[in-house]
C-alpha cells in the first residue's frame, strides 16, 4: 500500500459525493437494495442510474456472475457504465461477497473502462474478513477504489471520518479538489499515520443478531422481510430512508450513516 493511494474524507459519505464529482459518470450501476447515498451522489452530478436487484429467491446475495453480465450487455449496446457500486457487504441486507467474485466484477469493470467502488466500511466487523477485502487487490486493479471509514469500527460517534483507496492517484487528486458534502475535507498528510495504523489492525469484533423472520446477517444489522406484501427494512443508524416498489414488494432502506 502507497500513501498516493490514500484519501481522506469527512465520513465515507463524503468520499461517495467526492467520487462522484471527480469522475462525472454520464451511466452507473447499483445493487437494489443498497445504502442510499451511491444513488444520491450519481443524480447530484446528473448521472443515469440503473439497478441490479438482488433476489430474493438467492437469500439477497449478489450473483457476481450476472453482475458482471449486466455490465456487459451496457457495453455492447453502446451504453457503457462509468462507475459501478458494490457494498460488502452489502446495507442493508449484510450479505457478504466473497473477494473473488469482487474481482471477477473488478476484471470486468477495468476491461471496459468502468470504475467498481466497493464500500468496505462495514468489513472489518466480520470473521475472517480477509476473505471478502480487495484490499490487497489494489495493484492490479487501477480502477479499484475501496471505501472505508474509522466512524464505526472505533465507536467514534459524532465524529465523521472515512477514507478512500485507489492506484489511480490521478483520480485521487480531481477527488480532493472536487466539493463534497462536507464544509471541509481533511488534508492527507494530516491523517495518514492514523491511517497507516488503521490499516494494519485486525479487529475480531463482531456483533450478531438473529430471531424468527429474519436472514442470517453478517453485520450487525437484520434484514426483515414481511409477507404477503414484505417490507424489507435493515436496524441502522442513519433515520433516511429511500422506498420503492417492484414485483409487489415494498423495499425500505434505512441508509446508515458512513
Same mark, same amino acid.
Given at each position: 500500500?502507497?500513501?498516493? +493511494?490514500?484519501?481522506? =474524507?469527512?465520513?465515507?459519505?463524503?468520499?461517495?459525493?467526492?467520487?462522484?464529482?471527480?469522475?462525472?459518470?454520464?451511466?452507473?450501476?447499483?445493487?437494489?437494495?443498497?445504502?442510499?447515498? $451511491?444513488?444520491?451522489?450519481?443524480r447530484?452530478?446528473?448521472? #443515469?442510474?440503473?439497478?441490479? $436487484?438482488?433476489?430474493?429467491? #438467492? /437469500?439477497?446475495?449478489?450473483?457476481?456472475?450476472?453482475?458482471?453480465?449486466?455490465? *456487459?450487455?451496457?457495453?455492447?449496446?453502446?451504453?457503457? $457504465?462509468?462507475?459501478?457500486?458494490?457494498?460488502?457487504?452489502?446495507?442493508?441486507?449484510?450479505?457478504?461477497?466473497?473477494?473473488?467474485?469482487?474481482?471477477?466484477?473488478?476484471?470486468?469493470?477495468e476491461?471496459?473502462?468502468?470504475?467498481l467502488?466497493?464500500?468496505?466500511?462495514?468489513?472489518?466487523?466480520?470473521?475472517?474478513?480477509?476473505?471478502?477485502?480487495?484490499?490487497?487487490?489494489?495493484?492490479?486493479?487501477?480502477?479499484?477504489?475501496?471505501l472505508?471509514?474509522?466512524?464505526?469500527?472505533?465507536?467514534?460517534?459524532?465524529?465523521?471520518?472515512? $477514507?478512500?483507496?485507489?492506484?489511480?492517484?490521478?483520480?485521487?487528486?480531481?477527488?480532493?479538489?472536487?466539493?463534497?458534502?462536507?464544509p471541509?475535507?481533511?488534508?492527507?498528510?494530516?491523517?495518514?499515520?492514523?491511517? *497507516?495504523?488503521?490499516?494494519?489492525?485486525?479487529?475480531?469484533?463482531?456483533? #450478531?443478531?438473529?430471531?424468527?423472520?429474519?436472514?442470517?446477517?453478517?453485520?450487525? +444489522?437484520?434484514?426483515?422481510?414481511?409477507?404477503?406484501?414484505?417490507?424489507?427494512?435493515?436496524?441502522?443508524?442513519?433515520?433516511?430512508?429511500?422506498? +420503492?416498489?417492484?414485483? /409487489?414488494?415494498? *423495499?425500505?432502506?434505512?441508509? =446508515?450513516?458512513?
Amino acid at each position: 500500500m502507497e500513501d498516493k +493511494w490514500i484519501i481522506c =474524507g469527512n465520513g465515507a459519505a463524503d468520499l461517495i459525493f467526492g467520487l462522484a464529482a471527480a469522475l462525472r459518470p454520464v451511466r452507473g450501476l447499483v445493487t437494489a437494495p443498497a445504502f442510499s447515498e $451511491y444513488e444520491q451522489a450519481l443524480r447530484s452530478v446528473g448521472c #443515469r442510474t440503473d439497478y441490479y $436487484y438482488l433476489r430474493e429467491d #438467492r /437469500g439477497f446475495a449478489l450473483d457476481a456472475a450476472g453482475m458482471c453480465g449486466c455490465v *456487459r450487455a451496457a457495453a455492447e449496446r453502446g451504453e457503457p $457504465y462509468d462507475v459501478v457500486f458494490l457494498c460488502n457487504p452489502n446495507n442493508p441486507t449484510g450479505i457478504p461477497v466473497k473477494k473473488e467474485e469482487v474481482k471477477q466484477l473488478a476484471d470486468t469493470c477495468e476491461r471496459l473502462g468502468a470504475y467498481l467502488a466497493v464500500d468496505e466500511c462495514f468489513c472489518d466487523f466480520m470473521d475472517n474478513s480477509e476473505l471478502y477485502s480487495v484490499i490487497p487487490d489494489l495493484a492490479r486493479f487501477t480502477h479499484l477504489f475501496v471505501l472505508k471509514a474509522f466512524t464505526k469500527l472505533y465507536a467514534m460517534a459524532g465524529l465523521r471520518l472515512g $477514507y478512500g483507496l485507489c492506484s489511480d492517484s490521478g483520480l485521487l487528486e480531481r477527488q480532493y479538489a472536487s466539493p463534497g458534502p462536507c464544509p471541509a475535507r481533511p488534508s492527507a498528510p494530516a491523517w495518514r499515520p492514523l491511517e *497507516r495504523r488503521i490499516l494494519r489492525s485486525t479487529p475480531e469484533r463482531c456483533l #450478531r443478531v438473529s430471531g424468527r423472520g429474519f436472514l442470517p446477517p453478517s453485520m450487525t +444489522w437484520a434484514f426483515r422481510y414481511i409477507h404477503p406484501r414484505p417490507i424489507i427494512c435493515s436496524f441502522g443508524t442513519g433515520k433516511r430512508t429511500e422506498s +420503492w416498489k417492484k414485483d /409487489g414488494f415494498t *423495499r425500505s432502506c434505512w441508509a =446508515g450513516a458512513s
